[in-house]
């Protein structure tokens, strides 16, 4: 079963940085783009950045400058450090992969959703 992980989530002080990081497991044979997400108390989720597999790069522009998306193919991971961090970047992030894998024995491209971690920002 391919799955996503994160981890970095956290509590941090306004003006201070996160790592967040996921790692895509199971039985994947191309990994295309990879994103992160984040959905804040009574919001929608919305796209905070995304990584395609060339390294191209797209990002809110609410977080323009201050976060930077990364990726090691080599481990199927994407990366987001996040700077200058403000309270309303407090949210549960979640990662995102499209990827070609074998999901329960057929195999296809699949889009496949992370756990979610909190990031919260105190003033």
């Known amino acids: 079963q391919v799955q996503l992980v994160e981890s970095g989530g956290g509590l941090v002080q306004a003006g201070g940085s996160l790592r967040l990081s996921c790692a895509a497991s199971g039985s994947i044979f191309r990994t295309n783009a990879m994103g992160w997400y984040r959905q804040a108390p009574g919001k929608q989720r919305e796209l905070v950045a995304v990584?395609?597999?060339?390294?191209?790069?797209n990002y809110a522009d609410s977080v323009k400058g201050r976060f930077t998306i990364s990726r090691d193919n080599a481990k199927n991971t994407v990366y987001l450090q996040m700077n200058s961090l403000k309270p309303e970047d407090t949210a549960v992030y979640y990662c995102?992969?499209?990827?070609?894998?074998?999901?329960?024995?057929?195999?296809?491209?699949?889009?496949?959703w992370g756990q979610g971690t909190l990031v919260t920002v105190s003033s």
């Open positions: 995102n992969a499209h990827l070609l894998g074998a999901d329960k024995g057929t195999l296809g491209y699949l889009e496949v």
């Open positions: 990584i395609r597999s060339g390294g191209s790069t």
